[in-house]
């Protein structure tokens, strides 16, 4: 079984941030015994991402998005996986609950963009 680490940012293409999460992964992986085949990064570009991951769909059995998937505008990492996939999104519940207590614990106000992040592909799990 062969997994494959999918970066998303373009402040990782342009050397502004080091990619932590992708180290960590991979050592997760590793220690599970999965073998990680390959590592992607993509920036936040639409196109690009959607096609990437075509080509990572192709030839990783395990894929481990990391990166655009928070509650800003240039967060598409679900959307674009929905759109390589061929399937909607759809709110997952128990993500939204988990958001929700986090603000609140945090004592910040909700937005419609926090509950972006609940948005998941169809077909998928949180």
């Given at each position: 079984?062969?997994?494959?680490?999918?970066?998303?940012?373009?402040?990782?293409?342009?050397?502004?941030?080091?990619?932590?999460?992708?180290?960590?992964l991979a050592q997760k992986l590793s220690q599970l015994g999965i073998d990680c085949l390959?590592?992607?990064?993509?920036?936040?570009?639409?196109?690009?991402?959607?096609?990437?991951?075509?080509?990572?769909?192709?030839?990783?059995?395990?894929?481990?998005?990391?990166?655009?998937?928070?509650?800003?505008?240039?967060?598409?990492?679900?959307?674009?996986?929905?759109?390589?996939?061929?399937?909607?999104?759809?709110?997952?519940?128990?993500?939204?609950?988990?958001?929700?207590?986090?603000?609140?614990?945090?004592?910040?106000?909700?937005?419609?963009?926090?509950?972006?992040?609940?948005?998941?592909?169809?077909?998928?799990?949180?």
């Amino acid at each position: 079984m062969g997994a494959e680490i999918f970066s998303v940012g373009t402040e990782l293409l342009l050397g502004q941030t080091i990619d932590t999460n992708a180290a960590f992964l991979a050592q997760k992986l590793s220690q599970l015994g999965i073998d990680c085949l390959h590592k992607t990064t993509v920036g936040d570009n639409p196109g690009r991402l959607i096609a990437a991951l075509q080509h990572s769909l192709g030839r990783s059995d395990i894929i481990i998005a990391t990166g655009g998937l928070g509650p800003s505008e240039d967060d598409i990492t679900a959307a674009a996986v929905a759109q390589a996939l061929e399937v909607t999104l759809r709110i997952d519940k128990a993500s939204v609950r988990a958001i929700k207590r986090k603000l609140a614990e945090r004592g910040i106000p909700q937005l419609p963009s926090h509950l972006k992040q609940a948005q998941i592909p169809r077909g998928s799990r949180a």
